[in-house]
């Protein structure tokens, strides 16, 4: 074979070899750069997407602003800041956590189901005092839990209600609710204000007979035993209320389901489980730095756990109750005010009385006398302004100057007056 031809061939054959392995470099290049711009692609679109759910967790309530304190007030925590700082920070802290806490337990609530919706409200609506309270019950601060849970109580029945008619009524001439509803809410308001008194009418049965001093064990006995009666009636009107009798409670639930939820149940109870831990550890903070400021500030432990901690925990309830009265939607805001009013009752006290059970802490529902009185007296007030299903911004006014009487009152009241749970 001529030279020039071995030579040709060997030129073709190495350029086809060539050509091949250029075409499938190409075809490989191609292959990556498309699996690379698909990676690409869904990163984005996940970025996107995480953006636009964060945007509408941190929009949905305009206190959340302050999330800027949540850091700060971990931070005091953890650097052992003065007490006075520790308080402050974590007590701004945890208004902001408590609107998001309501704002993905009213999303989950939208995607499960009424009857379970209505359970996880009753479970997770109240969930900021409850982890106060189980934080303080711990460490053995009877008074601040039992004054929080008072302080809740008040603070709806009085404050946020009062707010709902006054708001409202200087919008409207008048406005109507369902007053079946407010009643029956208000009757089991009743009778969570005879589980205080009964108790304390015992203790001071007792106590009549100066030889023996009275046993605060039978006051426990006693109290341990009407939380399960009080847990069994509440979870009676859960069935009344959901299952049985649902059309009183129609106005409500249509003002309600007008709601389309923007979360998915996963994303909603993701955001629940981390602001839940962000809320446990702002309280213990919270909490621990309370003696701190009793010493410093003169402030009474009855005064912080009656009046500033509930008003926190409610802060994003307060938010929701105004706005829907303003909008017109007053079974809404009864159901919003009184309904907390009655889980705190009803659900959140007798439970932390069998938690303190468990746990060999002396949580009882004896409450001094002058507590067990102003319960009283603002149960009956609520209760005589709801009864005609009409509301304006007077009966308004009424409560909320009751409650600043009240708010007064017990910033006066000293610590020395009696720790609430254990007779003095």
Request: hydrophobic content about 50%; aromatic content about 10%.
């Amino acid at each position: 074979m001529p030279a020039n031809d071995l030579e040709n061939g060997t030129h073709n054959e190495t350029d086809r070899l060539l050509g091949a392995n250029g075409a499938n470099g190409t075809h490989h290049y191609g292959t990556y750069q498309k699996y690379k711009d698909q990676v690409q692609r869904t990163f984005n679109s996940a970025c996107r997407y995480s953006y636009n759910k964060t945007r509408i967790v941190l929009l949905s309530n305009y206190v959340n602003i302050l999330l800027v304190f949540v850091p700060l007030g971990i931070i005091a925590g953890m650097l052992g800041w003065s007490p006075t700082a520790t308080f402050v920070l974590n007590f701004m802290a945890i208004i902001p956590l408590a609107a998001l806490l309501s704002f993905a337990t009213e999303e989950l609530s939208l995607e499960v189901g009424e009857t379970l919706g209505g359970l996880m409200n009753a479970t997770f609506g109240n969930a900021v005092e409850l982890i106060v309270s189980i934080v303080a019950l711990t460490k053995g601060e009877i008074r601040i839990v039992q004054a929080s849970m008072l302080g809740s109580i008040l603070s709806n029945i009085l404050l946020v209600l009062g707010m709902c008619f006054f708001f409202g009524g200087l919008k409207y001439h008048e406005q109507v609710f369902n007053s079946t509803v407010a009643s029956t809410m208000s009757s089991l308001m009743a009778v969570a204000t005879s589980s205080l008194i009964i108790p304390a009418a015992l203790y001071a049965s007792m106590a009549q007979n100066r030889d023996t001093a009275p046993d605060f064990e039978q006051i426990l006995s006693l109290s341990r035993g009407t939380s399960i009666v009080i847990l069994i009636l509440y979870m009676m009107y859960l069935v009344f209320q959901l299952k049985t009798h649902t059309d009183l409670f129609a106005g409500a639930q249509e003002e309600e389901s007008e709601q389309v939820a923007a979360l998915t149940p996963w994303e909603a109870g993701g955001v629940l489980v981390v602001v839940t831990v962000m809320v446990a550890i702002c309280a213990e903070y919270l909490v621990g730095s309370i003696e701190g400021i009793v010493e410093s500030s003169g402030i009474s432990k009855t005064f912080i756990g009656l009046i500033l901690i509930p008003i926190v925990g409610n802060a994003a309830e307060h938010v929701t109750a105004v706005v829907v009265a303003m909008k017109n939607k007053m079974d809404l805001a009864i159901g919003v005010a009184i309904g907390s009013s009655m889980q705190i009752a009803l659900l959140v006290t007798p439970f932390l009385v069998i938690l303190g059970w468990i746990i060999g802490q002396p949580m009882s529902l004896y409450f001094q006398t002058f507590e067990t009185v102003v319960f009283f007296v603002s149960t009956y007030l609520t209760y005589y302004v709801v009864q005609d299903g009409k509301s304006n911004y007077l009966e308004g006014a009424m409560l909320l100057g009751i409650y600043t009487i009240i708010a007064i009152s017990f910033y006066v009241y000293p610590d020395t007056a009696g720790l609430p749970g254990t007779p003095s």
